[in-house]
């Protein structure tokens, strides 16, 4: 079975501080895909990365980075320097062996100016 | 292209009645979706298709039924509405390739059951 967990179910951060979203997946597959999405409060679905479990570099976008560690099963989510912008509910999701895509149950960012 | 398209935006429903959700996709993607999201669950996957022709359930089927005529269209029916489907839904497709393909998601229907 597959397993997504964000224990982080809400955070609060004034802007300008860097902030981590936590991931941490349970899959038996040896090839599996990790992805985060953005939910904004306008309710889309937005596309951040996909990572497969071959590759553990860590992945910079701008303020955005991610820590992919296959030694702790996690995919974690930095985000530098945040701005209200950021505000969303964030998902974590992991596809293994077939299409279909798990998902965590999402971190709440809030960012205060 | 127009992406993962879904309507209506927003319905009320009455106990009882019944509707389906439209998703299309225009970039000719294999693979179709339908999640429903609901607070504090995340999203988990009700019915999925990879192909014209072929459905199978997700994690949360009971209460919905789907068919693929064609490779753009994913319709979710629900027979017989109950409250507890009250719930924000969501379309997604992609390509069926290895490596995997990032999903894309329609912007949603959010659904009421009175």
């Known amino acids: 079975a597959q397993k997504v967990t964000q224990a982080q179910t809400e955070i609060s951060v004034v802007e300008k501080e860097d902030v981590t979203l936590d991931c941490v997946y349970e899959t038996r597959d040896t090839t599996y895909y990790l992805f985060w999405y953005k939910q904004p409060p306008s309710g889309e679905l937005v596309f951040l990365i996909r990572r497969n479990s071959f590759d553990e570099q860590n992945e910079i976008s701008g303020r955005y980075s991610w820590n992919f560690q296959k030694s702790t099963s996690s995919f974690n989510f930095t985000i530098t320097a945040s701005q209200v912008v950021d505000s969303a509910v964030y998902f974590c999701a992991l596809q293994g062996g077939s299409e279909k895509l798990v998902f965590g149950k999402g971190t709440k960012l809030t960012v205060n100016p | 292209n127009a992406g993962v398209t879904q309507t209506p935006k927003f319905q009320v429903l009455k106990t009882g009645q019944s509707m389906t959700l439209q998703c299309a996709q225009d970039?000719?993607?294999?693979?179709m979706s339908w999640y429903r999201q609901d607070p504090g669950m995340g999203l988990r996957l009700i019915h999925y298709s990879v192909g014209a022709g072929i459905t199978d359930q997700g994690e949360v089927p009971n209460g919905y039924n789907v068919s693929r005529s064609t490779t753009e269209d994913f319709p979710l029916r629900l027979l017989s509405a109950a409250p507890s489907q009250t719930s924000v839904y969501f379309c997604?497709?992609?390509?069926?390739?290895?490596?995997?393909?990032?999903?894309?998601f329609g912007p949603g229907t959010r659904l009421l059951v009175l």
């Open positions: 997604a497709s992609s390509y069926i390739s290895q490596p995997r393909e990032t999903q894309y």
């Open positions: 970039m000719n993607h294999e693979y």
